[in-house]
Nanobody
């Protein structure tokens, strides 16, 4: 049974940093494209970043501030978020899809999803 468990969310002031983690079980993160999505209150879910065999990809809104990475030994994917802004406030979700050489910015293209972790950025 596949499980993706996010952690690391919380309350932070604007300009601050957080690191989100996505611990996987039942799959090997190195064999999947791993993505992060977010959904702010009253808004649609949106793509944040993904990591695949060919590299990493980001939404324009987070490029230069967020970094996605993975630790195959820990079977965990991370999202380092620096320079946080109030508009980054959202629930953040981890997702996995195959094959690992194809990414997607569409939530429905992923095969597995976590339950989310909340990030609140105060101004």
């Amino acid at each position: 049974q596949v499980q993706l468990v996010e952690s690391g969310g919380g309350l932070v002031q604007a300009g601050g940093s957080l690191r989100l983690s996505c611990a996987a079980s039942g799959l090997t993160v190195g064999a999947y494209t791993m993505g992060w999505f977010r959904q702010a209150p009253g808004k649609e879910r949106e793509f944040v970043a993904d990591i695949r065999w060919s590299g990493t990809y980001y939404a324009d809104s987070v490029k230069g501030r967020f970094t996605i990475s993975r630790d195959n030994a820990k079977n965990t994917v991370y999202l380092q978020m620096n320079g946080l802004k109030p508009e980054d406030t959202a629930d953040y979700y981890c997702a996995a899809r195959t094959p690992a050489y194809i990414g997607s910015r569409l939530w429905d293209d992923y095969n597995y999803w976590g339950q989310g972790t909340q990030v609140t950025v105060s101004s």
